[in-house]
């Protein structure tokens, strides 16, 4: 069993074994990807560590976890269309079989329950995470998962289609980030691809955690975002025979009935993704609507042509609703191992 201690967690090799031996029922295809020996070994690790910080972990022992599952549960498109491009860069494979994606910073499976619900077919996803926390949610949302560091890939040599290094790459320390990028060089097939995928230093994206979830986050969000350059450097590194460094649009979305009631649906979402606590205990009566303002300041930015891209709420009348939109810009690594 998983045990929680405090903001930490605990992981142990039953805890490994178990989880391995689901993958092997639910998922044959992604299981054959998995080195048992390197699985094991990183469950005794786990296991001699003791315990863990756990940013993502239960917020009732001091992570931000449950509040993160419920931004996803009450949104699963927020963010589907920078979801459904980086999916769409996957490169179908030759043998018709479905292509295997390791999203390495998966959560609870949104990457995977997004390709459902938009039916995006010829992907096998395998989530993994550094939470025991997010992977047990991931299985119980029907995803298979794996318990796995992004530095510290469990996959065999050649195995995989993808590496997905997206939503939370900032996450991982600035001293693990080439070896992360050397492990996905490692796993894939030849032809295969790594998408990383983050923001740049001095984006709106960085603002808003430094100025809005750093001070206001129940778990604070001292985080180092990338550059160019650092990207770049990483794929040169790893020996890619081939890439770019790309920027994607990544906008945040909500629906609603009335134009009102989305943009408050926007700001129910970005409390909850990024467990604003302080902003809930400082405006308890109106906290959404705090909060998609204060965005709205944000994620303002000029494009090429000198034209404003900003928050818009716009009608469908196909579907009698109104969406609410963010933009953002995200910054895309993209390595192709040669085939
Ligand atoms: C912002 S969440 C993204 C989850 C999901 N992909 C989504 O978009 O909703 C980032 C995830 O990365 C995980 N994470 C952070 N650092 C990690 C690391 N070094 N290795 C593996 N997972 C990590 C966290 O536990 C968390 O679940």
């Not at 459904?84 to 959560?107: I, N, Y």
Request: glycine fraction near 8%; include cysteine.
């Amino acid at each position: 069993m998983t045990e929680l201690t405090g903001r930490r967690i605990v992981f142990t090799e039953a805890d490994m074994a178990d989880h391995l031996g689901r993958l092997g029922r639910a998922a044959p295809d992604l299981h054959a990807c998995v080195d048992p020996e390197r699985a094991r070994a990183w469950a005794r690790v786990l296991a001699e560590a003791g315990d863990v910080r756990d940013d993502f972990g239960d917020d009732g022992a001091g992570g931000r976890g449950s509040s993160y599952l419920r931004a996803q549960a009450r949104n699963l498109t927020a963010r589907a269309r920078g979801i459904h491009h980086l999916l769409s860069l996957v490169p179908a494979r030759t043998d018709r079989r479905p292509a295997v994606v390791v999203d390495v910073l998966g959560g609870d499976g949104l990457v995977r329950r997004v390709a459902n619900a938009r039916r995006l077919t010829g992907l096998s996803v395998l989530t993994c995470d550094a939470s025991p926390y997010m992977v047990r949610a991931a299985w119980a949302a029907g995803c298979p998962a794996l318990v796995q560091r992004a530095d510290r890939l469990l996959l065999r040599d050649g195995s995989v289609d993808a590496v997905l290094v997206a939503y939370g790459s900032h996450h991982i320390a600035a001293d693990d980030r080439a070896e992360l990028v050397h492990e996905a060089y490692r796993v894939l097939r030849p032809g295969g691809v790594l998408l990383l995928h983050d923001f740049l230093v001095g984006s709106p994206m960085d603002t808003w955690f430094r100025e809005v979830v750093d001070p206001y986050s129940r778990t604070g969000h001292a985080f180092d975002h990338f550059t160019r350059e650092e990207m770049w450097g990483y794929l040169t590194k790893a020996g890619f025979e081939s890439g770019e460094v790309t920027e994607m649009a990544d906008p945040y979305a909500a629906t609603a009935p009335t134009a009102r009631e989305a943009e408050l649906e926007l700001g129910r979402y970005l409390l909850d993704m990024y467990g604003l606590a302080g902003i809930e205990a400082r405006y308890p009566a109106d906290a959404a609507r705090h909060t998609v303002e204060r965005a709205r300041t944000v994620f303002r930015a000029e494009r090429a042509d000198g034209s404003l891209e900003a928050f818009s709420v716009a009608y469908d009348p196909s579907a009698g609703s109104w969406t609410c939109t963010l933009p953002r810009t995200a910054v895309l690594a993209i390595g192709r191992k040669a085939r």
